[in-house]
T-cell receptor
Framework: EDQVTQSPEALRLQEGESSSLNCSYT??????LFWYRQDPGKGPEFLFT???AGEEKEKERLKATLTKKESFLHITAPKPEDSATYLC?????????????FGQGTRLTINP | GAVVSQHPSRVICKSGTSVKIECRSL??????MFWYRQFPKQSLMLMAT?????????EQGVEKDKFLINHASLTLSTLTVTSAHPEDSSFYIC????????????FGSGTRLTVV
């Protein structure tokens, strides 16, 4: 069964304390691994798409990497405004269509 | 970048009534849109795929007669929750893929439905 699992479920960091969020996937036919940020009561905001193992993308304090089994979202010197839930999703060909399968998310809190 | 507009952002309705949620792609055409449901502190669960000019494709376990989807144009999809009950209370989110947006899926801002 296709599965996307994120860890940890929740993470509290002090401002400036770097860390990494994990997204592991057991899927067949991956057509892209997506990272999103979601603030409470809002829709997900697109961050990155990764397509092949070894690929890396950066945006401000965030860097996403991809291997054949997992993806990491590295956050460097985070600020309180980086507090949010971070979601990863795998795009899969399912029944002739391409669909996103989401992990359960990591709730990140950055304390000032 | 691509923008998906979703309305209303919040709605409260009485049990047994119907509620319509609109999802519009503002600066691109979307032949396919997706509807998700999200319970508190849980992830997004795909409910259905909305196809312009044809019937929606529903995920297993989603009642097509309760969650009516209409995709009448290349920029508008609607989700109607019929005969709503308190257990239908949730956060509903739509999304569309912008072909020019590095393959990314753009999401609406979500609709918080409360059935009383």
């Amino acid at each position: 069964e296709d599965q996307v699992t994120q860890s940890p479920e929740a993470l509290r960091l002090q401002e400036g304390e770097s860390s990494s969020l994990n997204c592991s996937y057991t899927v067949s036919g991956l057509r892209g691994l997506f990272w999103y940020r979601q603030d409470p009561g809002k829709g997900p905001e697109f961050l990155f798409t990764l397509y092949s193992a070894g690929e890396e993308k950066e945006k401000e304090r965030l860097k996403a990497t991809l291997t054949k089994k997992e993806s990491f979202l590295h956050i460097t010197a985070p600020k309180p405004e980086d507090s949010a839930t971070y979601l990863c999703a795998a795009r899969l060909p399912i029944q002739g269509a391409q669909k996103l399968v989401f992990g359960q998310g990591t709730r990140l809190t950055i304390n000032p | 970048g691509a923008v998906v507009s979703q309305h209303p952002s919040r709605v409260i309705c009485k049990s047994g009534t119907s509620v319509k949620i609109e999802c519009r792609s503002l600066d691109f055409q979307a032949t396919t849109m997706f509807w998700y449901r999200q319970f508190p502190k849980q992830s997004l669960m795909l409910m259905a795929t909305s196809n312009e000019g044809s019937k929606a494709t529903y995920e297993q376990g989603v009642e097509k007669d309760k969650f009516l989807i209409n995709h009448a144009s290349l920029t508008l999809s609607t989700l109607t929750v019929t005969s709503a009950h308190p257990e239908d209370s949730s956060f509903y989110i739509c999304s569309a893929r912008d072909p020019g947006d590095m393959g990314g899926y753009t999401f609406g801002s979500g609709t918080r439905l409360t059935v009383v």
